[in-house]
């Protein structure tokens, strides 16, 4: 039951990642960014560690979400 509840939870703040990273005009830090990331990654790694698989792979993608962000919205917009 925690597994879907996590599941869920994660889920829940994918859409907000998502739309930073789609906005052309967003700009989030480097040093946010990574960390959110690395964050993120590590909590992947525990819950699969601790058997909960559906809560693993959806921070894994929230993961690999603010690590695109990391890529693509690190720079600030140009002017123009």
């Not at 990331?37 to 560690?49: K, M, R």
């Not at 921070?59 to 917009?77: D, E, L, Y």
Request: proline share 5%.
């Amino acid at each position: 039951m925690w597994d879907w509840i996590l599941l869920g939870a994660t889920l829940a703040l994918t859409p907000g990642a998502l739309r930073t990273l789609f906005d052309r005009s967003a700009y989030i830090p480097r040093a946010t960014s990574g960390l959110f990331t690395v964050a993120i990654a590590i909590i992947a790694v525990t819950l699969t560690q601790m058997d909960a698989p559906l809560g693993a792979t959806a921070n894994a993608i929230g993961s690999c979400t603010w690590a695109a962000i990391f890529v693509a919205r690190g720079k600030r917009p140009s002017n123009g």
